[in-house]
T-cell receptor
């Protein structure tokens, strides 16, 4: 079946602009995660949704970053007033959720490469 | 605070030789550990998890709580094993589920 999809695959923007990154999780997955991967680093957790609500947003670096999942499926990561330091690959993952804690596999999307000039 | 350390950024091994990718963690709770792999031009995917104690593509990993390690091993490397490998720790509390990743090791198998 279809995996996690993310659009766009690449986004180039100028410093100070607003961007939106979209994630389509696997159908039926209630849990959705956003991670950010900078060059030479492993993915870093940003935010986790269970259904429509953000269960943990402790990884969002500052208030320029915001994410929504209004209908419990598609999620959008929004970045305001982008800075050059925001350049990274943004990864989305989903899992079944609701199972025994810690046993759900997270399935990753291909990522969106964001470049801020 | 939780942390995952992969001390080797790069590792080259001859085909047919044994492979060991090192991973150490620090976490005060009961750890759940994973290895993820990313092949060239593919997405990040789960290789194995310690809780299932299975062998995938000939790889195994044993959780050693005394040494706080979860090293990935394979007795005979194959060319298709060349990839980026990430060790990850799952923090799972009520309502909180997130992976903490190491910085990754790029494994190259020399033909």
């Amino acid at each position: 079946g279809a995996g996690v999809s993310q659009t766009p695959s690449n986004k180039v923007t100028e410093k100070g602009k607003y961007v939106e990154l979209r994630c389509d999780p696997i159908s039926g997955h209630t849990a959705l995660y956003w991670y950010r991967q900078s060059l030479g680093q492993g993915p870093e957790f940003l935010i986790y949704f269970q259904g429509t609500g953000a269960a943990d947003d402790s990884g969002l670096p500052n208030d320029r970053f915001f994410a929504v999942r209004p209908e419990g499926s598609v999620s959008t990561l929004k970045i305001q007033r982008t800075e050059r330091g925001d350049s990274a690959v943004y990864l989305c993952a989903s899992s079944l959720g609701g199972g025994v804690f810690g046993t759900d596999t997270q399935y990753f999307g291909p990522g969106t490469r964001l470049t801020v000039l | 605070a939780q942390r995952v350390t992969q001390p080797e950024k790069l590792l080259s091994v001859f085909k047919g030789a044994p492979v060991e990718l090192k991973c150490n963690y620090s976490y005060s709770g009961s750890p759940e550990l994973f290895w993820y792999v990313q092949y060239s031009r593919q997405r990040l995917q789960l290789l194995l998890r310690h809780i299932s104690r299975e062998s995938i593509k000939g790889f195994t990993a044993d959780l050693n709580k005394g040494e706080t390690s979860f090293h990935l091993k394979k007795p005979f490397a194959q060319e298709e094993d060349s990839a980026m490998y990430y060790c990850a720790l799952l923090l799972s509390n009520f309502g909180n589920e997130k992976l903490t990743f190491g910085t990754g090791t790029r494994l190259t198998i020399i033909p």
